[in-house]
């Protein structure tokens, strides 16, 4: 089976444990404003087998071996092509290769139940609970996206991602909606909060698209702490 992608990463490291090799997806539905590669929304006219993709892994997985790392397929949104990633996974988990998916979470329920036999974990990005300012940050609400949220947590461990946007996604009711999400879930997750930066902004004037985050300062380390800080208040310790 082919798959669209946009890119390949043979040495990640911020995307799941150890040393990855990271599948970079092509097409997406969100339009988050603080998107770092909307060179990806676009599914394109680059196509990759999962026969290549293994062969190619394996050449380096002494690598992933050693650092207990894996395989991750990130995009664009993976799951918009489940029945390519869910080839792959089986296909490396015949050779003991750990899975995981990096996901936003917008697309119907049976994309994640195609993948979950195959899959040992999953990064999910939630862009905001409120879901008004889920649809101005990211162009949709989030009705679907907490469902499979929930739906993913009841199966495989899940490390949940939150982009630290300074004013946007860090006020107290911001963090207080966060943490009764995370408390409502029916298994414990793990939190990573992303600092929010504006690299991406190349891409958007590249592909002449308008940047609306101009004014909006990259999160500090400061930023960071305050957020979990206001989250360990709410009692959510698990925080990496």
């Known amino acids: 089976m082919q798959g669209y992608y946009h890119s390949i990463e043979h040495f990640g490291t911020v995307d799941g444990r150890g040393i990855r090799y990271v599948l970079f ?11 770092h590669n909307p060179d990806t929304w676009q599914k394109g006219c680059k196509v990759i087998s999962t026969e290549k993709v293994l062969s190619d892994l394996l050449h380096y997985r002494h690598f992933y071996d050693g650092s207990k790392g894996g395989i991750t397929v990130s995009g664009g949104e993976p799951l918009l092509q489940s029945q390519f990633v869910a ?9 003991t290769i750990h899975t995981t998916i990096d996901t936003a979470g917008y697309y119907d329920k049976q994309n994640i139940t195609d993948i979950l036999p195959y899959t040992n974990a ?4 939630i862009k905001a609970v409120n879901p008004e300012k889920h649809r101005w940050l990211a162009g949709f609400d989030n009705e679907q996206i907490l469902s499979n949220l ?8 899940v490390t949940l991602r939150y982009v630290v946007l300074p004013g946007i996604t860090t006020t107290n009711e911001d963090i ?3 943490a009764n999400l995370i408390h409502s879930l029916p298994a414990p997750i793990t939190v990573e909060l992303l600092p929010y930066h504006s690299l991406g902004r190349q891409k958007w004037q590249a592909l002449q698209m308008k940047y609306s985050l101009d004014d909006v300062p990259d999160a500090t380390a400061q ?10 208040a709410e009692g959510i310790t698990n925080l990496i």
């Not at 080839?87 to 050779?95: D, G, I, S, T, V």
């Not at 999953?122 to 990005?125: C, E, G, H, T």
Request: charged content about 20%; overall charge positive.
């Open 122 to 125: 999953a990064l999910f990005s």
């Open 150 to 157: 929930k739906y993913l947590t009841e199966h495989i461990p």
């Open 223 to 232: 930023d960071v702490a305050s957020v979990a800080t206001l989250l360990r």
């Open 176 to 178: 207080v909606a966060l």
């Open 25 to 35: 997806l092509s097409g997406c539905q969100l339009r988050c404003r603080f998107c």
């Open 87 to 95: 080839e792959l996974f089986a296909a490396c988990q015949k050779h």
